[in-house]
Antibody, heavy 120, light 107 residues
Framework: QVQLVESGGGVVQPGRSLRLSCVAS????????MHWVRQAPGRGLEWVAI????????YYGDSVKGRFTISRDNSKNTLYLQMNSLRAEDTAVYSC?????????????WGQGTLVTVSS | DIQMTQSPSSVSASVGDRVTITCRAS??????LAWYQQKPGKAPNLLIF???NLQSGLPLRFSGSGSATEFSLTISSLQPEDFATYYC?????????FGGGTKVEIK
């Protein structure tokens, strides 16, 4: 079955960097686009970024553009999110999600997430 | 950016009730809209894609409708496992955006 497992979260000081990983299994990773979505404590969902199945295109949410970078290694079935210049408002659970097949245009499988806390 | 506005923000209902949640887009998105269900401490679960297509394996009491800027999610007969928060999300253009969520609570 499809599994997405995130790691790399933790407590980090403002202005510092952190890299999240998401290991995929149960499907052909290289065939699917992938998202990062975050949820601040007690708040709603916020879309962070998407990467095409082959890494050829990437798009970002306004609040992270220029600071975060999404990437992938299809040989390792792994998705990444490099987060630089972190701010307190980046504190959230970060989840990776698989983009559905063409025509679905939605995230059909999600990981459980990893918590990032930005605090001095 | 396209703004997504959900209403109501919360609704109290009883088992067996019909519940409808509305999502409005700030500009036309054709039918590029998805609905998700999220229970506390759990990952979101895709319910509906392309406005009206029920995700495989899900009960028929969930249905979606709408196009352009007005969309709705209907639960025809609320079950105990349906008490959760529901989010809409537009997939028309980047950045993708979610609605603020609708919490369905037990009356």
């Amino acid at each position: 079955q499809v599994q997405l497992v995130e790691s790399g979260g933790g407590v980090v000081q403002p202005g510092r960097s952190l890299r999240l990983s998401c290991v995929a299994s149960g499907f052909t990773f290289r065939n699917y686009g992938m998202h990062w979505v975050r949820q601040a404590p007690g708040r709603g969902l916020e879309w962070v970024a998407i990467i095409w199945y082959d890494g050829s295109k990437k798009y970002y949410g306004d609040s992270v553009k220029g600071r975060f970078t999404i990437s992938r290694d299809n040989s390792k079935n792994t998705l990444y999110l490099q987060m630089n210049s972190l701010r307190a408002e980046d504190t959230a659970v970060y989840s990776c999600a698989r983009e559905g097949v063409e025509g679905v245009a939605a995230a059909d499988y999600w990981g459980q997430g990893t918590l990032v806390t930005v605090s001095s | 950016d396209i703004q997504m506005t959900q209403s109501p923000s919360s609704v109290s209902a009883s088992v067996g009730d019909r519940v409808t949640i509305t999502c409005r887009a700030s500009q036309g998105i054709n039918n590029w809209l998805a609905w998700y269900q999220q229970k506390p401490g759990k990952a979101p679960n895709l319910l509906i894609f392309a406005a009206s297509n029920l995700q495989s394996g899900l009960p028929l009491r969930f249905s979606g409708s709408g196009s352009a800027t007005e969309f709705s999610l209907t639960i025809s007969s609320l079950q105990p496992e349906d008490f959760a928060t529901y989010y809409c999300q537009q997939a028309h253009s980047f950045p993708l955006t979610f609605g603020g969520g609708t919490k369905v609570e037990i009356k």
